[in-house]
Each structure stands twice: as C-alpha cells, then as structure tokens.
C-alpha cells in the first residue's frame, strides 16, 4: 500500500525542532491531532476524520487554526499605489472595514499569489498565503511605492477561523457583540481582554464564518472559549484535510492547486478580480491583450458521471480520447457523497454540461461540466 | 489445513490458505489512510504480478494502490466494498478483505512478517 498523500509523506516526527509551531501547536496535539508539515509549520490535518469535520462545518460550527497565514500592513502615503501597482483588483474602492479578494501578478501574467486586502484606518492589511508569504514579501517590498512603509506581522498574530451555520452566534457569545450589521467581506476591531481583534466576516468554506485575528498571547485563551462556549452548538476543531474538501465544495481556487505562476487570473475565471480600467499594475499589458485575444484554456469544474474519483495530475480528454487538460484538485465530496473535479481545459470544451474524459490509473472515466458551484 | 497471516512493508496483510490468498489492509493502514470512500477493485480473472497494484483505496484526499506480494489470478473480489468502502477502515482484518488471489505455484511467505514481527515493524515506523 502506498499514499500519495503528499503530507502524509512528511509527516511530523517527534523531535523535528525544524518546523515552525502555532501558540495552538500543544492544543492540537491534546485533542489528538494528526499533525503534518504544511509550508514549513506543524499543522493539525485532521482531529476527528475529514468527513466529520466538513459535516460539522456545513451543519454546526467548526474552528481553525490558521496561523500560518501570513499578514502584511501597509502604511503611509503610497500605501493605496503600492496596493493597487502589485494587485489586479482596485483597492481604491475600499472604504475602511472592506475587504476584496485580488492577485498579486507578474508582468506575464502569471499569479505570485491570491491575497486578501483588508483597508484599515492607516493603511491596508495584506493575508497572504503561508507556502507564498515569503516570496510575497520580496514582491512588495521590490515594487514599493514612494512614501510607504511594509511591515511583516505574521510572527505576532495568531488567526482563527470560525466557520459554519452557528458561527454568529458563538462569535457574538464569546466576543460580546451584534454580528448583525458585520456584512460580507468587512471587518471590524473589537477589544477582547483589554486586547485588539480584528474580526472579518470572511472565509474558505462556502458557509457564513468570521477570521479573527489577534496577538499570540491570546491564542490559547480564545481557541479554549470557542470549544467551551461553542459546546451546546456542537462546535469542534478542524484540520487542514477538511478545510480542502469544503473550499473544493464551494468552488474556491487552492494555490499550488488550481492557480499558480503559470496561470493567469483570466484563465482561472477571476477576471472579475481583474481591473483592467484602473491605473498601471504589474501584469496589466500582458492581462489586457489576453482579455482581447480570448484564453485558449479555462480553469473548469466538473462531476464524475462514471465511476472513479478525479486527483490532481490526471489528464482530462475529449470523447475521442484527445488529450484537453489536466485535474488540480478532486475529491470525492463528503457533503454531496459522489467525486468532483476542477481542472483546465482547453476553451472548446469548457461550456457547462460539456462531456469530457478522466484518466484515472488505466481506465477512462466520463465526467461533465459544471456551471456554478457544487452546492446546492 | 492450516491458515498463515502474513504481512508486508507496506501494511497489507495476507491470509494464507492453500495455495489461495486473501488480500487487505492492515489496521495501522486503514487508521493512516483515514476515511475510504471508495475502492476501486480489479475484475474476477484478472491476472496480477507479484509487486503489482491490483486496487486502489480513494479516502477523501488522498489515493492508495494495494499492491500484491504474490503473482496470480483474482478468483474472488469483496463486492460488499463497493456499497460499503467504509468496511475497509472498520474492519480491516476481517470484512473488509479486498481480494483473493490464486496463486501462480508455489506461495512463498518467507520474505513476509508474521503478526509479531509486524508489530515490531510498526514500532520502528
């Protein structure tokens, strides 16, 4: 027997002092976590089982540790140039307590890295993702617009993720606040033990769910609160395995996945990311004549109509057998019980309910495309 | 006649039985591999190399060929599998066998641990 799963394959042995922990790293490990390397940290991959864990996320609330995530901020009075040279989407329109979701581009095109870029009262607050933070912080720092000042806070803040149906309800118990007019993509400080949180109603799941980010002396204290007040709601931690099965779910990219630096944010369906009308970015030359000439493959979702389960790597083929693409990411859903895929395709065959081929060790498998997302 | 169980390197388990095996995954396996969703079995007739991948166990994330330590030919798949993969992680050694394979000659367990010496093998991994 042999796993292909990669982190399963550089899984944590006691006594590794290489990898970088969380404050939470002694929490997962007493709630008897499986614990893997993810971009250089000891992460929890699974508590309970993937299955479980994405079914209390979809019908009850779950938390994350999501640490390793990197946060830049971005101040002074070329803080919304900088922002808006390095990413495609147009900070500008951000009023303090906005959120947008946008890329950071090379000239060609390509993504560095899909980021979040929260506006604040001094600036903005970038989170990256943790296997880029370091790339991404090069980036930024290069193309630094006059007047700015880069910052890197990712070593003092700890980040959970509180996700699912009863994620208000516990957030509003343990922070003591209304949610009710904390709309989508915004955020908001709140004091927390005479602390700073920042609280953003954003997430990775499909479900309603907030981000809390705060310093790291908090961490054990608000991670523990979470699974004590969150009992009577049937709240429990939730570990990377899981986090990839509900974003897959809800359609959401993966980096290192579905997009990557040979991808354009065209050609993985983010064009509404993609702001060609505003001023000069990096990538902007490239991304306006591909607009113009079409993309000639497209990032694609599909469902299996024969049996198998679609994993990243397997060619995607017409009916005649043809070479079209390839699968980044599948699994066989634990919400809806039957495999689904994402993948490039070439544009011939990227239109919804379009029949396409999986290869899947020797056999061919029919699958067909989607429009939407894979949930209800 | 007298059964041998037999494991491998890489967690399968072997029941010996004449010159018939059957063929699963050990408990450490199934508890790494974590939730099975699906096995992806060969077809009764099928003939296997000693070292081959004849199935494929899918969890949520992750896919695992099982492979054959002996040559043959499957004379018998676990159908109830396909309905219920779920058998795979909750009983490993018993009803959740994959296959059963006849083998080509002689069988040979000698390269193979029996239970304790598995045991010992897990302890070290």
Known sequence: MYCQWQEEKTMVRKGDGQLKQTPLTEKHRALGARMVDYAGFEMPVQYAGV????????????????THMGEFELTGPGALSTVNYVTTNDASVLKVGEIQYTCLTKEDGGIIDDILVYRTADGFWLVVNAANAAKDYAWIEKHLQPETELKDLSDELTLIA???????????????????????YTFTEVTYEGEKVLLSRTGYTGEDGFELYFANTLAEKLWDECLQKGEKYGVAPIGLGARDSLRLEARMPLYG??????????????SRFVKLDKESFIGKEFLQKQKEEGVQRRLVAFVMVDKGIPRQGYPLLNLEGEEIGAVTSGTHSPTLDYPIGMGYVDVAYAKAETEIQVQIRKKLAKAKIIKGRFLA | MSEQLRFTKEHEWILVKGDVVRIGISDYAQSELGDIVFVDLPDVGDHVEEGEGFAALESVKAVSDVYSPVGGEITAINEELEDSPELVNESPMDRGWIVEIKVDGVVQVDDLMNKEEYEAFLKEV
């Not at chain 1, 509180?162 to 989508?184: H, N, R, W």
């Not at chain 1, 996945?257 to 983010?270: F, R």
């Open chain 1, 257 to 270: 996945n579905d997009i990557g630096e040979e991808i354009s944010p065209l050609e993985a369906g983010l």
């Open chain 1, 51 to 66: 299955l479980e864990e994405t079914k209390t996320v979809r019908t009850k609330v779950g938390i994350f540790d999501l």
């Open chain 1, 162 to 184: 509180v996700q699912g149906p009863k994620s208000a309800p516990l957030v509003e118990e343990i922070l003591g606040i209304s949610v009710a007019d904390l709309k989508g």
